[in-house]
């Protein structure tokens, strides 16, 4: 079946330094969604890439879509405590119905 | 706020229980989606209704059903409950399908003991 897979599967860094999550597959998506869970919460909707090479930033965050539509990352600089969570990309494909999820990237700052 | 009400917010049950879990979407949407996450885990998709309707599966146990009722709310069933069970349950909608962001409820904690 179709899969995601997004890694790394936790990333701890110092407040401050960037942080970096990626999600591929093996086929060409028709879309890239992104979400943030925070502890204790429910997954947030944060974007949605359409078009290959897409490029888009809200504020420190930075989400890219590949050229060939098999990948997509998203980058945040300067992390701030706000940004504690975890990060899940999902994906559809053509007129598939069902969402397939990346495993999430837990974002951990080192006290 | 996401608009979407999932009910209720924590359930303690035992072995061989069964449950229902509700939900009623955001104003508009016609998607439902259920969810299940294992602590710490990621999202499980279990099943989609659109309209009343089945429309897509995931890895749902034969134990546990769904259905969408014509004013769109969505009830969870889960039955002959195991420890296994025990996680949290989300709820999503949308106005249409996938291809749209999702709004999720806070979710239901279910603790099987």
């Known amino acids: 079946g179709q899969q995601v897979m997004q890694i790394p599967q936790y990333q701890h860094v110092q407040e401050g330094e960037d942080f970096t999550t990626y999600c591929n597959s093996s086929t060409t998506l028709s879309n890239i969604q992104w979400y943030k869970q925070r502890p204790g919460g429910h997954p947030v909707f944060l974007i949605q890439l359409v078009k290959s090479g897409e490029v888009k930033k809200q504020k420190r965050l930075t989400f890219q879509f590949g050229e060939a539509k098999k990948n997509s990352s998203l980058h945040i600089t300067a992390t701030q405590t706000t940004d504690v969570g975890t990060y899940f990309c999902a994906s559809s494909w053509g007129s598939n119905y069902q969402l397939i999820w990346g495993a999430g990237t837990k974002l951990i700052i080192k006290p | 706020d996401s608009g979407v009400t999932q009910t209720p917010k924590h359930l303690i049950t035992a072995t061989g229980q069964r449950v229902t879990l509700r939900c009623s979407p955001r104003?508009?949407?016609?998607?439902v989606y259920w969810y299940q996450q294992s602590l710490d885990q990621g999202l499980q998709f279990l099943i989609q209704y659109y309209n009343g309707e089945e429309r897509a599966k995931g890895n749902i146990l034969e134990r546990f059903s769904a259905q969408q009722f014509p004013d769109l709310h969505s009830e969870l069933n889960l039955s002959s409950l195991e420890l296994g069970d025990s996680a949290l349950y989300f709820c999503?909608?949308?106005?249409?399908?996938?291809?749209?962001?999702?709004?999720f409820g806070s979710g239901t904690q279910l603790s099987v003991l």
């Open positions: 999503a909608s949308s106005p249409s399908g996938p291809h749209e962001k999702l709004f």
């Open positions: 104003s508009g949407d016609l998607s």
